[in-house]
């Protein structure tokens, strides 16, 4: 079954993963018959406002003549609904071979399996960026991430055709570190989301800081399901810890998650 997809033609079709949306209605399966697509939830703005840069971007070398004479690119965009599996179904369209009147037809002199786009840019998420990384390493498609941060994602030998326009989290890690030695904090909290981003940040952080002679007062993972009584938990932790410096290291939905907890027990986070 497709995906929806926003498209244009071109001499060369790039293509872009997006998590348009925030959270994925999975529907139930009954195991009978083919199950209905999956329904995204809650628009994100901001991911969107990045899909309009990438399609401005490609409208602006169209109009240049000069920076690709007589090619045109376009582009093929997929929402990847924050979540792996999605990522995965929307890559799998973009390499797929194309097939006319029910032949499949080969889209590489060589008859590889490159699949229809030369290059994919996305995804923003670490998480959907690592299974993505995966699966396009296989052939070799190069994967250009404008947002995925984590780590783990600068090993080349596992992720080769990965590229990103920012820097890892070790750097971002190492300010908070600076932050940490600069004002003398030696009792600190931890909190991290319940992915590769959140739990990959947070684990580089507690062994920094503890290089440093500081100590963590608590270590606590926000689950995917943001589960309010699990979350409540995590604030009674918090609380008892006597920590007066937590580090929240998650993606925005799951920080929001805690935070709103936090305000009906009472705490401010500052």
């Known amino acids: 079954m497709s995906l929806p997809v926003l498209q244009k033609n071109g001499d060369i079709i790039l293509g872009g993963l997006f998590s348009l949306h925030d959270v994925v209605m999975e529907p139930s399966l009954s195991f009978t018959s083919q199950p209905p697509p999956a329904h995204c939830t809650r ?6 406002r990045w899909m309009q840069t990438m399609i401005f971007a490609i409208e602006e070398i169209n109009r240049d003549g000069k920076l690709l004479p007589n090619i045109t ?10 979540t792996p599996h999605q990522a995965l179904k929307a890559v799998m369209e973009l390499v797929r071979n194309e097939k006319v009147s029910g032949v499949e037809v080969e889209t590489e002199s ?7 786009v030369p290059a994919v840019i996305g995804d923003g998420g670490s998480t959907q960026s690592l299974v993505v990384a995966r699966f396009l ?8 991430s404008y947002f995925s941060s984590c780590a ?5 030998k596992e992720f080769p055709a990965f590229l990103r326009t920012m820097p ?8 908070m570190v600076q932050l940490v030695k600069h004002f003398g904090w030696t009792w600190v909290g931890v909190i991290a989301g319940d992915d590769a981003y959140g739990l990959g940040g947070a684990n580089i952080f507690a062994d920094e800081v503890r290089k440093l002679g500081a100590c963590v007062a608590l270590h606590e993972v926000i689950p995917k399901n943001r589960a309010r009584i699990t979350i409540s938990s995590i604030i009674s932790k918090i609380r008892s810890s006597g920590a007066r410096v937590i580090l929240v290291f998650a993606v925005e939905q799951d920080a929001a998650a805690l935070f709103d907890e936090a305000l009906r027990h009472d705490i401010s986070f500052f």
């Open 137 to 144: 390493g296989v052939f070799q498609v190069p994967q250009v």
């Open 43 to 48: 628009f994100n703005f901001r991911t969107f």
């Open 168 to 175: 890892s989290d070790f750097f971002q890690v190492d300010a």
């Open 110 to 116: 060589q008859g590889t399996c490159r699949g229809t």
């Open 152 to 156: 783990c994602l600068s090993d080349k």
């Open 73 to 82: 690119l376009g582009y093929k965009i997929f929402d990847s609904c924050s």
